[in-house]
């Protein structure tokens, strides 16, 4: 679920040309604490942690990206990457860890099924460590926990937890001020969502880092839990309503109609939001009405 993604794609293609030739591009690094680092490029943000003796980072998206995290890491240590973990299935992150052949690969255990359906080769070669519901990464460095809350975007949606430096890394579940296009939401369930957003809310953060962002403001999950609460409140609304006038022939039947009626004028400042807000409503009313 990426609001830029073809424009990204295109982009990227056309930068990982341009920076093979000419070395130009970089990264934007920002320090969130000592040893701890998220760095991104080509709309692609990952969490950096330094341990004693190797690197822990978070979705190489793809080898063009890759290698310049690579280039960006060597600026701030000399020690190698051994950890790469991988916040969901989804092909767009998990891409580019053959870059870092010293590095063990870790993601939740769901992620190999459709691992395995990958007929393009861009999944890892092989994923060397897994966990169903939580797991302490241990690389001698700070500690990050894994965590697995139920699906969120796909169904191995984790999030990545500093509990010292209070610093969280996910990926696809909200945007800074703004509405997924539906195309990129037809694999997330709603109520899962907010479910994990909640759950980082509880985590009492300093940062979280946003696989699609370089702001990593607490506040942006603060604003997406209340827009997606909102949303919640106006779609069930309507479907109990419904339920009760003609059962759930009536869902279905005015599912469509809502996607037109149903606004959210609190949000209408949030980019993609005449655009998108119908597909958010649908696919909110088929979380509730479907469960998926
Ligand atoms: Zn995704």
């Known amino acids: 679920m990426m609001l830029r993604t073809l424009k990204t794609i295109i982009f990227t293609c056309a930068m990982t040309f341009l920076t093979a030739a000419t070395g130009l591009a970089g990264a934007t690094v920002k320090q969130l604490a000592d040893n701890v ?8 943000t990952s969490l950096v942690v330094v341990g004693e003796d190797g690197v822990l980072i978070t979705d190489p998206a793809f080898p063009g990206r890759a290698q310049l995290l690579k280039r960006a890491i060597a600026d701030i240590t000399d020690k190698p990457v051994t950890r790469i973990v991988l916040s ?9 860890t053959g870059v870092f052949p010293e590095a063990q690969v870790i993601c939740h255990a769901a ?24 797991l302490r990464v241990d690389f001698r460095g700070p500690p990050v926990n ?16 500093l509990p010292e430096e209070r610093v969280a ?10 509405l997924t296009p539906g195309k990129w939401m037809d694999d997330s369930n709603y109520l899962a ?7 980082l809310q509880k985590k009492n953060l300093r940062h979280a880092v946003n696989a699609h962002s ?15 609460s909102d949303l919640f409140n106006v779609v069930n609304g309507e479907i109990r309503k419904a339920m009760e006038a003609g059962g759930p022939m009536q869902v279905m039947t005015s ?13 209408a400042d949030w980019e993609g939001y005449d655009e998108h807000l119908p597909a958010h409503v649908r696919r909110m009313a088929y979380s509730i009405f479907h469960g998926g």
């Open 111 to 134: 992620c190999q099924t459709v691992f395995d359906l990958d007929v393009g080769g861009v999944v890892p070669e092989k994923v060397d460590v897994t966990f169903t519901d939580s």
């Open 88 to 96: 969901h299935e989804h092909y767009d992150h998990v891409g580019g």
């Open 146 to 161: 894994l965590h697995y809350y139920g699906p969120g975007d796909g169904f191995a949606s984790i999030v990545v937890h």
């Open 37 to 44: 680092y998220m760095m991104s490029e080509f709309h692609y």
């Open 255 to 267: 599912i469509k109609k809502w996607q037109h009626d149903l606004k959210l004028p609190q949000y």
């Open 214 to 228: 370089e702001d990593a403001s607490v506040t942006i999950v603060d604003e997406n839990v209340k827009f997606m």
């Open 193 to 199: 969502i907010l479910r994990v957003l909640k759950e």
């Open 169 to 178: 890394f996910t990926a696809d579940l909200y945007e800074d001020h703004a």
